[in-house]
């Protein structure tokens, strides 16, 4: 499957939700639906199924649904809930989508990267509804989803690459090169491996994941701003706010006051 997206084509959010399946099971079979759709399953077992064929997924999954296509979820809610994020849109070219007719896996997130675009954009649809920071997340997500190779899944498997992730997340003392050393790699070489699999170079990754620990932090505490910037050793607070509203397109501080306001 070729990747799907295309720059010079309109996506249009209509709706972005967290689903929780306690029923068994729920059916297209009757009639067509309505919209594209992704879903990402965080937790437990789903099976689609269409003309006879069957899809299983497990967490980390992405399925593509299809506008017009018929189908049948079943949830294996022995175990509890299962949850999804589910993203819905519409598409200006549907001949992007003229030879998709049903659904098929998109892409396995065993590294949890696609996940925080789908919680990204999720919470901020829940507060805000489709204003012009969702629509930028929404986009944010497309983009991170056409990084993805969809045929070439094998790349994942990649275990140095895997480990070269754990210590750009959890080693901020260890540079680029320092970490493809402990790997056995020159740097060029993991630089290259890393983006194959992630769609990103290993210092923007490690940007992005600073990010997410400082909203995390905005979110759960009432540290001082500047002392989360260096605690994530962003030394210049003034280049952390640079970057953190280039990722989310609000400062810290102004993030922090709307979230204090649907609390």
Known sequence: MNNIFKNDADYILKMAMRQFWRNQKYSYKNQARRDYGFLYLLSGHAVYTFDGESIELNAGDIICLPKGSYYEAKFDIGMGAVKNYLINFEVSDDTLFQNIKYPFIYHKDE??????????????????GNSLLTKSLFYRLLNALASVNVTDNNKENDSDVNKGAVLLKERFDLSVEDIAKKLHLSRSAFQKRFKDVFGVAPIKYRTIKKLEKAKIYLDTTDMPIKEIAEKLEFYDLSYFYKVFEKYYLVTPKKYRDNLKKYL
């Open 111 to 128: 590294l949890n990267i696609i996940s925080s675009y789908f919680k990204e954009l999720v919470d901020t649809f829940n507060f805000e």
